[in-house]
């Protein structure tokens, strides 16, 4: 799906370019970009880190988070489900905290649980705060509402200062559309991929659609599964060209295993910067 050549993304890409004089010839640190009214700036790429076997107890999982912050990539995305918050905690003694953007998360629908799934977030990952806290898979506007009283919850932690940010992450056009009016939401992670794959509700025109609209209002947006958990591998290029280049996100969110993996993502990322500031 091709993107529009006025698209904000790309209008974004190419004021930076002309304000900081970049040399496309040696190189793009990656941009960091506004997350819709949030006031985190974010990098292009996010890093994945639904892997225990990785951010657990292993060190690879540090080492990548580490090298991304070497590379520019300064926002994470965890779960309280994922095992990750191990190598979370560990790179952040080696980071500066301010300068790390990270999304958590909760599938719990009482107060109960996500007070518990917010105070082990805090203490597992050793922060004080967290940027960005979301509702988990809400993927219709039923559940949605049985979240409420979360909802509360978490509006209260945030004019405490324990969070900065409020997210949904959702699999579903309609939910997308709704969340475009309503204020307390400021962030939303939503699957899109080349192939429409892993959307639970509507389509990949109805999701382009409605992220569009929700971009428009001002939310922060990133992205899900463009890789459609692995489904996408051996087109690896193609989808992620397709997410940095979507004209309504602000950064990708890609599972990453690797070095490897991470240099991949960053190249296709830097690629797709360049191409913007020279007008490609």
């Not at 892993?198 to 428009?216: C, F, P, V, W």
Request: hydrophobic share 40%.
């Amino acid at each position: 799906m091709s993107q529009p050549c006025n698209s904000p993304t790309r209008n974004f890409l190419i004021n930076v370019c002309n304000k900081f004089h970049v040399n496309l010839q040696e190189g793009v640190y990656l941009f960091k970009v506004l997350l819709g009214k949030t006031g985190l700036h974010v990098s292009r790429l996010c890093i994945g880190t639904d892997y225990s076997d990785i951010y657990g107890g292993s060190p690879i999982g540090v080492r990548i988070l580490l090298r991304g912050a070497e590379l520019g990539v300064n926002f994470w995305d965890t779960s309280e489900s994922y095992g990750s918050y191990p190598a979370i905690r560990r790179a952040l003694k080696e980071l500066s905290r301010e300068n790390i953007v990270i999304t958590t998360k909760s599938y719990s629908k009482r107060i109960e649980g996500a007070k518990r799934d917010l105070e082990d977030a805090l203490d597992g990952m050793d922060t004080d705060y967290v940027d960005i806290f979301m509702l988990h898979a809400v993927d219709d506007m039923n559940d949605f509402k049985r979240r409420k009283e979360v909802l509360r919850f978490l509006l209260d932690k945030k004019d405490e200062g324990t969070i900065r940010s409020i997210g949904v992450s959702t699999h579903s056009a309609s939910v997308i559309s709704a969340l475009t009016n309503m204020p307390e939401i400021e962030v939303v992670l939503a699957v899109l991929n080349i192939k429409g794959i892993r959307i639970k509700e509507g389509d990949l025109n109805l999701i382009t659609s409605a992220l569009k609209r929700l971009y428009q209002s001002g939310k922060g947006v990133y992205l899900m599964k463009v890789l459609a958990r692995g489904k996408l591998a051996d087109r690896a290029m193609e989808a992620l060209t397709f997410g940095f280049k979507f004209a309504y996100a602000h950064s990708v969110a890609v599972g990453i295993k690797s070095i490897q993996e991470l240099k991949f993502a960053v190249s296709v990322a830097e690629r797709t910067e360049k191409e913007a500031c020279s007008g490609e």
